[in-house]
């Protein structure tokens, strides 16, 4: 008999929970009933979903009974607080959040590089950060062949990164801006970071702040580039190190990437039929015809776009690249969705219902 | 008796044009006449310079009869033409355009950098690109104490850059997909390149191409970037490589630099120190008060703006920072007055009148 899932998002009004709806809409998973979870504010909206009307439910423990995948993305919080009411009603977690990412129990997957961990689950799955995936869906491929000794990324990030507030308040600022509003009384309560005590304009400006700041003057947000990358790539010794920047783009994250591979015999021609060849990965690079990866294109779009592929002008083994992809699908709520897709093809869900 | 200059402004009607009218309403200069020149088009335009009513007048090569420093920024095209006739006419001239950067006869000069370079002058001095002059104001003081072996840079460059147009461009393509207009519809006839074929919106995009394509499928922004750096710091030997992006700002480009220096002994602190005390250059580094640069407060400040100062995380010589100035100003009019400014210093201009 085939098996036939049912599937929970949590946080399923949310710009992350709204694209894992679409998504589940479109995937291959096969899929016998889905239940949207929110919280008391959000329960009771109605959501369609191929065709038929579903009802926001509240959050609760109980939520859990029946479902066998669980696909979070409310918070670190609420995945703090449920996702174990989730595993011990017999669920697999899928997580977006940060939480538990860095847990030697959880394994950290973009399922087109380290598939394989998903065997060491123990209930729950850590969906790697949205600027750490499209890196790896791009590198990866040149570290198979290659190796990698370092790699340097600057960013270029997205509002919708911090949630469908963040995308108003932009356009919002943007329209105050244009008509005349002067910078200093733009409006700002969200970015560059929900969590911090300051908030700046994010329209027409340049923010070198994402999350918190933390150790050695690193925002968190670049310690999980450089800790996700090590543990997705099993290999620590891979020198990382990022500069996260949001601007004032709605959705499609942008990366401009400096690798040093270990081996000799890589060109950039190599390098490219590596990228082309790669699994979600798409090359658009042909400066003849102006074609390189953007942040507008990239929306909607499952795939990881990869361009502007030179050798540095000194290194030999060193190459520059720029990596651009939706967020909010490959970054997010695609990885999330390949994910269950994975684990049902590598058949590691045991279904609690008949 | 004092020196009085007669000045001329090339293209006064431009970006860049109308800002150095503004830096020669502030300068120390002496002038004792200004002349604002631009296209037959423009000619006859009244502007106001200190409370006095100027009237701009067409650019033919007589206009230079009687004018000590003519300031140039009307394209590459005009500076090839005129530059020569002013020089014939015993002008010495500044030329904010990339035409005679690289000619190993003019100087490039960042008066905080390289002054001396302005006493081989045989009447040209060429002003370095926008890029280059911020990157050279926050690196020269770590380069004096420390070497420099590399740097990699990579660019969130403003819009105002390619000229108003292009920032009319960007606010009426944010307008337009605010209110609906999907993305494949926007009107792009600027950027990334007016001198390119093809034309991308940059609202709410971010567009890895800065003028054409060129060597090794770098651009001439990049180019430009890494040989400017060369022959400003007069040393080839200097590892210099960027990826020069366009993002939806007004003004005010900012920068994510990683460099490696050569000599032992430095660390954060005496690197934040050594930009603390930099001319021209303000730290703003303090993450606990969330203060670092932003490409919105720079706007209208002459002062290079550097922060995020860290330590690489693996390379113990490795920094990051991130440095953000008004391109108009500090990264063309502003550095153009300056170099005018220093030629009366180093007394370096003959007069032509009495």
Redesign the interface.
């Known amino acids: 008999m085939k098996k036939m899932y049912n599937v929970a998002v949590v946080g399923a009004t949310g710009a992350v929970g709204t694209k894992m709806i679409e998504m589940l809409e479109e995937t291959s998973l096969p899929i016998n009933q889905v239940k949207l979870l929110a919280s008391k504010r959000s329960a009771g909206k109605e959501v369609t979903f191929k065709g038929q009307t579903l009802i926001i439910q509240e959050l609760v423990p109980e939520s859990f009974d029946g479902v066998d995948i669980a696909l979070f993305s409310a918070g670190g919080s609420i995945s703090k607080q449920f996702a174990p009411e989730a595993v011990k009603r017999g669920a697999v977690v899928v997580d977006n959040t940060s939480h538990y990412r860095m847990d030697p129990e959880v394994p950290l997957v973009v399922p087109e590089v380290n598939p394989e961990a998903l065997r060491r689950h123990k209930g729950i799955i850590a969906n790697p950060n949205c600027s750490t995936i499209q890196m790896m869906v791009a590198l990866e491929p040149i570290r198979k062949v290659y190796g990698l000794d ?1 790699l ?1 990324v ?1 960013t ?1 990030q997205a509002v919708s990164g911090a949630g469908i507030n963040a995308m108003e308040e932009l ?1 919002s600022q ?2 105050a801006y ?1 008509n005349g509003t002067p ?1 200093e009384e733009l409006e700002a309560d969200i970015l ?1 970071c929900g969590g ?3 908030h ?2 994010i329209a ?6 994402i999350d918190v ?1 933390s150790d ?3 925002t968190y947000e670049e310690w999980k580039m ?1 800790n996700e990358t090590k543990k997705i790539m099993e290999d620590d010794s891979i ?3 990022a ?1 996260c ?1 949001r ?4 959705s ?1 994250h ?1 990366e ?1 990437i ?1 690798i040093e591979v270990k081996e000799d015999g890589s060109d ?1 021609s190599k390098i490219k039929q590596l990228i082309a060849d790669a699994p979600g990965a798409v090359l658009q690079d042909d ?4 074609l ?6 990239s ?1 909607d779009r499952k795939e990881t776009f990869v ?9 030999d083994k ?1 190459y ?1 690249m ?1 990596v ?1 992809s939706d967020n909010l699908l490959k970054g997010a709520a695609w990885n999330s969705v390949q994910i269950a897709e994975k684990l049902h093809e590598m058949d590691l869900v045991t279904l609690k219902h008949s």
């Open positions: 370092r340097i600057s270029y356009k943007a329209l244009i910078a560059p911090d005590k300051k700046f304009p027409f400006n340049a923010l070198p702040q700041f050695a003057d690193y450089i020198k990382v190190v500069t920047v601007i004032p783009v709605l499609g942008s401009s400096y950039v400066p003849s015809q102006q390189y990866p953007q942040a507008l294109t929306i361009g502007r592929i030179r050798q540095d002008v000194d290194i060193g520059h720029w651009v």
